[in-house]
Structures are given as C-alpha cells and as structure tokens.
C-alpha cells in the first residue's frame, strides 16, 4: 500500500514521528522502534508503530487479567502466548496476567497451533503450501516483524535482504523460510503472524481461518487525522478497560478482605471450639483421675475397713479368751478352796483320833477282860457238877440275863453306831452337796457378773459406736451440703464463664464484622472515588486546555483532601465521600459548561491535548494508589511476545 501512494508518505510519516514522541511520554511506543523509524520507509514503520501500539496495549491488559486464565489457556495455546510486559501502572496489586479470549492476534495463533502436535507437523503443513508462499510473500515486508520477534537476528536478515547470490524474490523467501523452519515452532508462530498482518488472504489459504488483525489496511486509506483518532481511540478503549478491570480488581480485593474476614471469624470458631475440646479433654482426663483416685480410696477404705473388722474380730476373740481363763481360773480357785476344805477336815478328823496311849490302854483293859472271862468260864467249867445247886442256877440264870442285856445293848450300839454312821454318812453328803451349790452358786454369780460386765462393755461400745455413727452421719451430711454448695457455685462460675466466654465471641464477632463492614466501606469509598476521578477525567478531555489545567489541580487536591479525611475519620467514610462528591460536582459542571460551547473544528487540537492529560491523570493514579516503584522500561519488547515459547 504504501508503495502505491508514495506522495502521502512523507505527511505519514511526519505524522508518526509526532505521535511517537507523544506516545513516548506515556511510555507506550517501544524503545526499540527507534532505529527502524530511522531506516524503513513510512508507511512501513506505521505499520510497525501499530503493532507496536496494539502490543503495549494487550501488555497493559495482560497486567489486570488474572493468571490463573492465562495458565488455562496456557496449555492450548503454548506458542502463541505473549510475554508479560508491564506497561501501565494497575491501581491494584502487581501481577503478571494474559489476554483474554476477545484479544484476536494471540487467540487465533492459539487455535491454530491447537491443530498440531509438533513442530514437524506444522512446518510440513506449511510445505505443502511452499509455492504459493514463494510466490506471493515479499520478505522485505515481513522481515521487520520477523526481527522483532527474535526469530531472525542481524545476520539472517542481511543474508536474507542483501546476498548477492540471492538476486530473486522466490529464492529470499525460500531462504528465509528454512531459516525460520531451524527455528522451530516460535518461528512458525512469528510466521503466521507475519501472514496474518501483511498477507489475510493467504493466512486465511493457509490456516483456514479469518485474520483478526487489519491494522495493515488502515494506514493507507486514511491519513494523519483518522490515524491521531484511532490512536486516541484505541487508547481510551484501553483506558476504560483498565479501569473497568481496576474496578474488578478492587472488588476483588474487597472480597479477598471479607473473605479474609469470615476466614478470621472462621479461625476463631475453630480455636475455641479447639479450646473446648482440649477443656474436654482436660476435663475427661481430670475425671479419670478423680475417678481412679476414688476407686483407690475406695479400695483402701474397705481394707481399713476389713483390718479394722478383724482387729474387733480379734479383740473379741482376746476377750473371749481373757472372759475364758478368768472362768478357769475362778474354777481352779474353787477346786483349790474346796480341796483346802478337805485337807481341814481330814486334819481335824486325824486331831480327832484317839491317841496311841488310850489305844493301848484300851488294849489292855480288853485283854484283862478277855483272860477274866477265860477265868470266868474255866470256873465255870469247873464247877459243872454242882450245876443243879440254886445257887448256880441263879447265877447261871444271872449271867444268861446279863449276857442277853449286854447282847441287847451291844445290838442297840451297834444299831445306835450305825445310825449314826448313816448320819454323819448323809451329814458328809449334805456338806458336800452344800458345798457344791455353794461353788455353783459363787460360779453363776461369777458368770452373772462377767456376763453383766461384757453387756455393759457391749453397751458402752454401742454407745459409742452410736456416737460415732451420729458423728459421722453429721459429718457426712456436712460434707454432702458443702459438695452441693461447692457443686452450685462450680456450676454458676461455669455459667458464667460460658457467659463471658460468649459474650466474648459476640463481641469478638461484632468487631470482625465492624472490621468487615469498615473494609466494605473503604472499598465502596475507593471505587466510587475513582468513578468520580474517571467522570472528571472524561470532563476533562472534553474542556480545553485552559480549564483542565485549572480542573486536574483541584481534583488532586480534592482526593488528597479526601484521603486525610479518610484517616482523620474512619468511622464515617459515607461523610467523607458525600464531601468529596460535593467538591467535585462545582468542577464538573463547570467543565461542562466549558466544553459545551466547543467548536468542531477544535476537535483535532482536543485529541492532540489528550496525550498531555492522559500523563496528569496516571500521575494523579500514582498519588491515589501508591503501587508504582519506577520507570517501565520497554528494552526488551517484541512486536509478537514470543518469549514464553522458547523453551517449549
């Protein structure tokens, strides 16, 4: 195109050097443009500039898409994927962040290298396509882009564009095509990409599918007027979408803080209900314990119990014992007293005895009456022949009587003796059966008054006995009343702390909540403040120079103003805000009344002017949210973002 209008070049290229220099300051056009500004022709190196444009434009979107979408497309879409580039400053968190599935350049290039395994396979498709592209293709036109892709260095393309040996345009193009094909599959990627923008109609041959990017066909038909509009509006399309993104991103945040809010709320539960189970626990253990101690005391208290049984089973048995040999020895006191009884009596008895004189005297008096009586009855015998004298006769009959009467006498002793025998016979028998009684009547007075003794001594220690059961039923009733009085007053300081404890967590609740509602706020603050930074901004680009430069500085001074007031009152960030929307309302109006009365023909010189507010506003962006550490620097930018393909 540009070699079929040769005379417009020269106004387009004046017209891109301008817009360079604008772009420059916005650190949008890439550094490394400069030498190739300075050797290509315009129409060519406009061409370059918009890819360059897009491709800062894709990189400051690539900083607020999230990554996570970028990682799923990742796996499609390998080859085709740019490289992060930071561009503008986000207002939110730094990260690096893909394109999304509206971007056409990269998504195209990812659905077309979804069709392909290898790179074998994508570069034989591309052979059987070798004629037609040796034909068709002219490698001065896509060897800038090429370059700028790092798929071609220096060399290359010298070998390329000035070989002496390589005189045709179907042996260059053949040339830079095994070139490309050594590079492997970010070449072919670089390639298509090529195609796509200087060739849609064999891209579409090639791949099958429609070109996204037609920037190439712009730059021809309109002139430096449609070029400074598309700029602009390209630019502001990106602008929106990077607050609309930012605005996303801020939401986010705000939700990651209530998130991390209900996540604190949630931790608290967990501690305490950890908390009320190590007190469980601790409980269930100390229950155990108490439990085990109980039975231990238990244990001990039946064997003091069982020892102190058969210490009383003992001490009876002693004083059954003792109660036993007492008997014994009362019994061996009687036998003693009745055998000292007998051994007096037999001594008296033996006192008693006629004596040895009066038993020999009796002796010989028994036997002098013996020989009288032998003398006697020799007389008699003597005098047997005078028998029938009277005299005899009588004397016979004297002495037979006297005999009967002494038989008589001696019969009525020996009765009398033996009466008497039976008397002192049943006399003895009378003592000693008197005695007898006697020893029964000491030995049951005796029992009587042990028994008497041990009931009394029973008596006594069921008394005591008594007196302890009273005691101890006293004691234990204390006891009782003082468990249940330490029960109750354990259970209403549990009570109570569970109260406290509770009220506590409401407390603590209450507070995440305020923190969570604060945050909420604060958010709510944040986005409506920069709708109110971003309505002014459009005002702005609507008014003329002279009311933007009187606008911008109020308006910092309205948002630092509100930031102070911000931390000065954080209990009312709804006041703050409502003060913020008064203040900005007189300047909003004002720019409107300003930009109403605006000619068309100034329309041109508004757009131009736009570049100088775009930088006042990202400065103003830098105060608000405080994220940017330094200069961007676009060194290393390529016009494909190819670097992630490298190693693939």
């Given at each position: 195109m540009g070699v079929q209008r040769p005379k417009q070049g020269h106004s387009v290229g004046g017209g891109i050097l301008r817009c360079r220099q604008s772009l420059k300051r916005l650190h949008i056009f890439p550094h490394t443009y400069q030498g190739d500004l300075d050797r290509e022709s315009p129409g060519h190196l406009l061409r370059e500039w918009l890819q360059g444009l897009e491709k800062a434009g894709r990189a400051a979107l690539a900083e607020l898409v999230p990554r996570s979408e970028h990682q799923r497309r990742g796996g499609r879409a390998r080859a085709g994927e740019a490289s992060h580039l930071p561009v503008l400053d986000s207002p939110g968190p730094s990260m690096q962040l893909s394109l999304p599935a509206a971007l056409p350049p990269i998504a195209a290039v990812a659905a077309t290298m979804s069709d392909y395994e290898n790179e074998d396979q994508c570069w034989s498709t591309l052979e059987s396509f070798r004629v037609k592209l040796i034909s068709v293709i002219d490698p001065s036109r896509i060897t800038p882009y090429l370059r700028q892709c790092k798929v071609l260095n220096p060399d290359d393309e010298e070998q390329v564009l000035s070989d002496p040996n390589l005189v045709i345009r179907k042996r260059k193009v053949g040339v830079l095509l095994d070139i490309l094909q050594r590079t492997g599959h970010k070449g072919y990627v670089a390639f298509l990409e090529s195609l796509e923008l200087y060739y849609p109609q064999l891209y579409k041959k090639v791949t099958g599918k429609e070109p996204t990017r037609v920037f190439s066909m712009i730059i021809d038909a309109?002139?430096?007027?449609?070029?400074?509009?598309?700029?602009?509006?390209?630019?502001?399309?990106?602008?929106?979408k990077v607050q609309d993104l930012s605005q996303l991103l801020s939401s986010k945040d705000d939700l990651i803080k209530e998130l991390r809010v209900k996540d604190s709320l949630l931790r608290k539960h967990q501690e305490r209900v950890q908390r009320l189970k190590e007190e469980c626990e601790a409980g269930s253990h100390e229950l155990k314990r108490c439990k085990d101690e109980n039975y231990d005391l238990a244990m001990r208290l039946a064997r003091q119990i069982e020892e102190k049984g058969a210490a009383l089973m003992?001490?009876?048995d002693l004083q059954l014992e003792i109660e036993r040999l007492k008997h014994s020895l009362m019994k061996a006191e009687d036998d003693c007293r009745v055998e000292r009884r007998h051994t007096l009596k037999l001594r008296h008895a033996m006192e008693q005895r006629p004596?040895?004189?009066?038993?020999?005297?009796?002796?010989?008096?028994?036997?002098?009456?013996?020989?009288r009586v032998q003398e006697l009855e020799a007389t008699v015998q003597e005098g047997k022949p005078d028998r029938s004298s009277p005299y005899i006769q009588v004397l016979e009959e004297d002495w037979r009587q006297a005999l009967r009467g002494q038989q008589e006498q001696a019969s009525t002793i020996l009765s009398l003796r033996k009466d008497l025998r039976q008397g002192e016979a049943l006399r003895a028998r009378c003592m000693e059966e008197k005695e007898m009684f006697e020893l029964q009547c000491l030995a049951l007075r005796?029992?009587?008054?042990?028994?008497?003794?041990?009931?009394?001594?029973?008596?006594?220690?069921?008394?005591?006995?008594?007196?302890?059961?009273?005691?101890?039923?006293?004691?234990?009733?204390?006891?009782?009343?003082?468990?249940?009085?330490s029960l109750q007053e354990k259970d209403t300081l549990r009570k109570q702390v569970r109260e406290l404890a509770e009220k506590a967590d409401e407390l603590q609740l209450q507070l995440f909540q305020r923190e969570g509602q604060l945050l909420a706020l604060e958010g709510r603050l944040k986005r409506q403040q920069l709708d109110m930074l971003v309505l002014s901004s459009d005002l702005d680009d609507s008014s003329p120079r002279n009311s933007q430069e009187l606008s911008l500085p109020l308006d910092l001074e309205a948002v630092q103003l509100s930031d102070k007031g911000g931390l000065a009152n954080k209990d009312s960030p709804q006041q703050s805000f409502v003060a913020l929307q008064e203040e900005q309302l007189p300047l909003t109006t004002n720019g409107a009344g300003l930009s109403g009365g605006e000619p068309p023909e100034k329309e041109r010189r508004r757009l131009k002017e736009s570049f100088e507010n775009y930088r006042r506003k990202r400065a103003l962006r830098k105060m608000q949210h405080c994220s940017r550490q330094g200069e961007v620097d676009w060194e290393n930018t390529t016009g494909s973002d190819n670097t992630d393909t490298e190693g693939s």
């Open positions: 309109s002139g430096e007027s449609g070029l400074t509009q598309l700029l602009m509006s390209e630019v502001l399309k990106l602008q929106r003992r001490s009876r004596s040895q004189e009066l038993l020999w005297e009796l002796q010989q008096e028994k036997t002098l009456l013996q020989a005796k029992d009587s008054k042990m028994y008497k003794d041990r009931i009394e001594a029973i008596l006594q220690q069921m008394e005591e006995v008594a007196i302890e059961r009273d005691q101890a039923i006293a004691t234990r009733e204390e006891l009782h009343a003082q468990h249940s009085r």
